[in-house]
């Protein structure tokens, strides 16, 4: 159950937490007049001359927790991401005094109370869908007394945060549950629920359709592909010509024939439908918003198995639009499928295209968990917005060149290209490989080391993180929505 957000003027009797800043700590009576005894005032500058950030006052009838932030944490950052990692971190320390509600107060501007409400929420969030003993959860609602958010910035951030989740649980599924069928079933329940399109393609249609991206890789599979087309088309959406999301929906990956080693490599491939995952909750989120945006959104689906006919390393595939591809291995199979979901995407005349993928380990290599990996075949205004969007919603990306040079590294002696480009810029020809099967404004964000968290981080649990959700919101307002 996700935590509530609502907004209250009414201070009742239930605890409360108070968000301030150094500076307002210091002179707290001007902030927050005959709330506090003499005895308090004088503990709170006691807790703050100690450079202790949280401390509680605990009261007959109303404990209150005071949460100081300093400014060489937050108030100096451009942004105020650092808020969201603030409020996480609150969660987990208010969580063990076992509140069902809690109230939040603040005397900081409204983005700085936003975020730090987001990451509260978003840091609340378990998957305990195969325990047998499950927690209950206590913190049901968090009631925010301040005048300088609506309810309206209160209910855009839950609709985010449920989405997030959506994504994180899919992440989480094991692959044997998440099958490429039942990836589209979850589409269609989710598109019935919130009243979007969805046009799911399976394996017969998918061959008729002459994608050879998609069927090669699930050739060693007994579990047929899928290919989900969903979209989400107000009456009144701004833009005539459809953003597309394309996501990989690798749902399970062995590697095929050039298997993977098991430790740390295999193991957490139910991940690999990350991208899938993201591309979801996004139309999802807009369509429960009711964002007049036209958006579109293709997910290619299927597991990569060293099956009785799976493909072999040195096979050539004829692609969706024609491409010959030489594949040399078999692991590098998201990007075959990507490919054609690529190319299926221009016959919609897309203003842009950007896919997420969980596609290289290069990716997480170069950057870690910090940062997606980003490329942009796009104009420069484009690029720097979802770069700003990045920025203040704390899902960063890193540019990568798009060089012609590397284009050299792909190139075949048998066909049109091959699908790995060797041990250098493993990423970066990977991209390249893409590139080939975009004729329109397109972005690739390589999400390999944010997707999956192996520890708890921020407001990340171990497992799934959604990270890509909050960023792409962003921009889409950003782009589409604020004039």
């Known amino acids: 159950m996700q935590l509530k957000l609502i907004k209250s003027n009414k201070i009742s009797s239930l605890p409360r937490l108070i968000l ?171 598109a019935r629920k919130n009243k979007f399109e969805a046009e799911i393609l399976h394996k017969s249609k998918i061959v008729a359709l002459k994608m050879g991206g998609l069927l090669s890789i699930n050739r060693g599979s007994k579990i047929p592909p899928t290919f989900s087309i969903i979209k989400w088309k ?71 198995r060293p099956g009785d006919n799976a493909v072999l390393p040195g096979d050539v595939v004829r692609m969706y639009n024609g491409t010959t591809v030489e594949v040399l291995n078999t692991d590098a199979e998201g990007r075959m499928i990507l490919a054609d979901a690529l190319s299926f995407a221009a016959q919609f005349k897309p203003d842009l295209v950007i896919d997420l993928a969980t596609l290289t380990g290069a990716a997480s290599v170069a950057i870690g968990k910090y940062a997606m990996v980003a490329f942009f075949k796009c104009v420069d205004d484009i690029k720097q917005q979802l770069i700003l969007s990045g920025y203040q919603t704390d899902e960063k990306m890193v540019e990568f060149p798009l060089w012609n040079e590397y284009a050299e590294l792909i190139k075949s002696d048998v066909a049109d290209i091959k699908n790995i480009g060797g041990r250098d810029a493993g990423a970066i020809t990977a991209a390249k490989f893409l590139e080939k099967f975009t004729s329109f404004p397109w972005i690739h964000l390589d999400i390999a080391g944010v997707s999956f968290s192996h520890s708890e981080y921020k407001y990340y649990q171990k497992g799934g993180t959604g990270f890509g959700i909050r960023v792409l919101l962003n921009f889409i307002n950003k782009k589409y929505l604020t004039k």
Request: glycine share 4%; hydrophobic share 40%.
């Open 20 to 190: 301030l800043s150094k500076q307002q700590s210091d002179s707290i009576d001007s902030y927050f007049p005959k709330l506090f005894s003499v005895d308090e005032k004088k503990y709170i500058a006691e807790q703050s001359a100690k450079e202790i950030d949280l401390f509680r006052l605990p009261r007959l009838n109303d404990d209150v927790f005071l949460h100081i932030i300093k400014a060489t944490d937050a108030e100096t950052d451009d942004f105020d991401i650092e808020y969201y990692s603030k409020g996480a971190s609150i969660f987990k320390a208010v969580l063990k005094y076992k509140f069902e509600k809690i109230i939040v107060q603040s005397k900081t501007d409204s983005k700085k109370l936003l975020n730090y409400l987001e990451g509260f929420v978003l840091a609340s969030y378990t998957f305990e869908k195969y325990k047998s003993e499950k927690n209950k959860p206590v913190l049901r609602e968090i009631r925010v007394s301040d005048q300088s958010v609506s309810q309206k910035d209160l209910y855009y951030i839950s609709i985010v945060c449920k989405n997030v989740f959506l994504a994180r649980d899919l992440i989480n599924e094991p692959g044997s549950e998440l099958t490429s069928v039942e990836i589209a079933n979850r589409i269609t329940e989710m």
């Open 234 to 304: 107000p009456e009144n959406a701004v833009n005539a010509q459809p953003l597309i999301l394309v996501g990989k929906g690798i749902v399970f990956d062995t590697g095929g024939l050039s298997l993977k080693p098991t430790a740390n490599s295999m193991d957490y491939m139910k991940s690999d439908m990350s991208g899938a995952a993201i591309v979801l909750s996004v139309i999802s989120a807009i369509a429960e918003l009711n964002l007049p945006v036209y958006v579109i959104g293709l997910i290619p689906a299927t597991d990569n």
